[in-house]
């Protein structure tokens, strides 16, 4: 079996339409005798059309003195961090995208850029991993999603307007990181083979949204992060460490004064592994936050 790489590129946008009245919705509640956090799935790239967003949302921002992000609100914007971004996702050592993957999966992607459109050239310095991101991200362009109207963007925005207090559960370098560490686990082969698969995002990102809508956890689990464990490695990089280190920190505003909102990627919510069972494990009540 291999990784579905579109797949996994979409749950790192989630990793990211809906009409806005939803009998459920992808945001939790864990509470203490001392303050209440709200656990909100997020999708980072979103269309005008997906919202409004539920109720659910706007019940958990406007009872949360603070919001917490993955990353600090507009660091990934600024020119420093697509600086490094891009120091790490190119080849620096005059090689090129088709030095690196097989005639076959070079053949196959060159025919995609041909056929959308795209001029391979721009990006015969990419690693494969961030080649295909590139392609994903220029197709649900393509759609109308757009980071900048994602739920991590929208709630940076409306908190910034209240003023409330923001901060995150990483650094930008941190998740640069995590992103470079792709190429290294996967083979390029299995990467490009989800090419082919980009001229049905519309069709998958549907899928991947039906059941955030409704916060199914079992659903979400397996389109999510199924994918994901047959790379042990991978998996235990991109959600394991990383719930595992952002679950003590959410603990601390269990622990600490005034009600929390934390907003991630959904598939860091599901799971065995995920942020939802890891509070439960510890003996906290999460449920699912109602109208």
Known sequence: MRLNLLRTALVLFI??????????????????????????GSFH???????????????????????IFEVPPGETESPEYMEK???????????????????????????????????????QFFKPTFFVMTL????????GADPQKGIDNFFKEKAMQDGKATGSLETVD??????TSMDASLGSDQILESIE???????????????????????MEELYIKDLKLYPKLYQTLIVDRNNKWVRNIEGYLNGSGNTMVVVGAAHLVGADGLINLLRKRGYKVVKLRK
């Not at 994903?136 to 362009?141: P, R």
């Not at 899928?207 to 659903?219: I, P, Q, S, V, Y």
């Open 15 to 40: 990793l990211f339409t809906a009409s806005g009245v939803w009998a459920e919705s992808s945001v939790w509640v864990a509470r203490s005798s001392k303050a209440t956090v709200y656990l909100a």
């Open 174 to 179: 941190q998740q640069i990181s995590l992103l």
């Open 45 to 67: 790239m979103l269309r005008a059309s997906d919202y409004p967003l539920p109720a659910e949302f706007f019940r958990a921002y406007n009872d949360s003195r603070k919001i």
């Open 197 to 219: 698969e980009l001229k049905q995002i519309e069709v998958m990102l549907g899928e991947l949204l039906a059941f955030w809508r409704k916060g199914d956890e079992a659903k």
């Open 85 to 123: 971004f891009l120091s790490l996702a190119i080849y620096n050592d005059g090689t090129t995208l088709k030095e690196h993957i097989t005639t076959a999966a070079y053949a196959k992607a060159e025919s995609f850029c041909k056929e959308r459109n795209y001029l391979l050239e721009q990006y």
């Open 136 to 143: 994903t991200v220029s197709e649900m362009n393509k759609i």
